[in-house]
């Protein structure tokens, strides 16, 4: 029987051992402790979370990803306001019901760019150009979302994401950042948290945690929660009850996320995950016909494959997906005979699992060359 190679996404990852004690720890043989926050493991993860981004915060954990952007939206973009963000951001494709059930009623502004990454010209053309009737919107409520690492696997420096923050707040936009793989991207950068949110113009952060081998929470992180925050962390508190994330036993959820920050380990395990991804991307680009979409800097390697690689690649085991997208530069989208593929390293990748995949898509070369 094929053993299955899997690159086909980090939420396919089981959950860090270093996590499964911190819940262990957390229910304490069972024994009582306050609900809905009032827990000792709850006031420790928030003061955790301030000393790692600098600064105070309000950190709220809900179940997944897709609720963290959604309340995010909610108390930036309230129903009716204005939302603007990368085409192909998760908030307008995978999540786009959610985030009508949210803002049933927002104007949606969808821009185009290339590798995911908005650009300062494009954002400051476009709030400059609203119509008289779009105006309105923005003096309610409106926000521009950033999501990174983007869903084309690259990355917003923090000069960047501060850029983008300048245009959004000088036309009095909030800015919120889609932190799925937000430790893929610190990582990367090698930068502090802090330096690539707040301290660069962020107001409010979902920060991913499910796809760094937690079992099932992310949270909303809301900054400057006694200034410019105050607001929104209120009016989080209040919609977690309207939309059902206020969990009784949430010192669970807490336990995970302080476990994650402690001593760095989720930046431990974005790390690991970033360096297999580098080494798939190394390793398949040296093989002839196969070419990057997208420069690989985090976790998600986007690679553009001959239809013959892409069978032994599967032939061997190797589970990953299709994918579409319309930010590719010029020259680089698939041609006839090519597909383009997601590949995803997560903190379980084995070396030894990434050399396999790569020496089955090699041996298509190989016995090419074999065959002349």
Not at 195 to 217: C, H, P, Q, R, Y
Not at 269 to 282: G, K, V, W
Not at 330 to 349: C, N, Q
């Amino acid at each position: 029987m094929t053993q299955h190679l899997d690159f086909a996404s980090d939420n396919w990852a089981g959950v860090s051992p270093r996590i499964l004690d911190a819940i262990a720890a957390a229910n304490s043989g069972g024994a009582p402790a306050p609900a809905y926050g009032g827990d000792d493991v709850t006031k420790r993860m928030q003061a955790r979370f301030a000393e790692c981004f600098e600064t105070d915060v309000v950190v709220i954990p809900v179940p997944t990803g897709t609720a963290a952007n959604g309340l995010a939206l909610e108390i930036l973009a309230s129903r009716d306001g204005l939302i603007l963000g990368h085409e192909e951001a998760h908030i307008f494709t995978k999540e786009a019901h959610a985030r009508t059930f949210f803002n049933d009623r927002a104007r949606i502004i969808k821009l185009q760019a290339i590798d995911g990454r908005l650009t300062p010209e494009a954002v400051h053309a476009t709030l400059g150009g609203l119509s008289p009737a779009d105006r309105g919107p923005v003096r309610r409520h409106a926000m521009i979302s950033l999501t990174n690492g983007t869903e084309c696997g690259t990355v917003y420096t923090p000069a960047q994401v501060k850029a983008l923050s300048a245009i959004a707040h000088r036309h009095e936009v909030a800015v919120h950042m889609d932190g799925a793989r937000f430790a893929n991207a610190v990582a990367s950068l090698n930068c502090t948290p802090a330096e690539l949110t707040w301290k660069s113009g962020v107001d409010v952060l979902s920060f991913g945690a499910t796809k760094n081998g937690a079992l099932g929470v992310d949270a909303v992180v809301v900054f400057d929660p006694k200034g410019r925050g105050a607001a929104w962390a209120k009016h989080a508190h209040e919609a977690c009850d309207w939309f059902g994330y206020v969990a009784s036993k949430s010192r669970f959820a807490s336990a995970q996320l302080d476990a994650m920050i402690e001593d760095g380990h989720w930046l431990d395990l974005a790390r690991h995950a970033n360096a297999m991804a580098d080494r798939l991307a190394q390793g398949l680009t040296k093989i002839a016909g196969v070419r990057l979409a997208f420069p690989r800097e985090i976790n998600q390697v986007f690679a553009i494959l001959p239809a013959a690689v892409e069978g032994a690649m599967r032939a061997a085991g190797g589970r990953f997906h299709p994918w579409d997208s319309h930010a590719t530069a010029p020259g680089l989208a698939p041609k006839d005979g090519e597909k383009l593929m997601r590949l995803v390293a997560s903190f379980h990748t084995s070396a030894d699992e990434v050399d396999r995949l790569i020496a089955a898509a090699a041996s298509v070369s190989a016995s090419a060359h074999a065959a002349e």
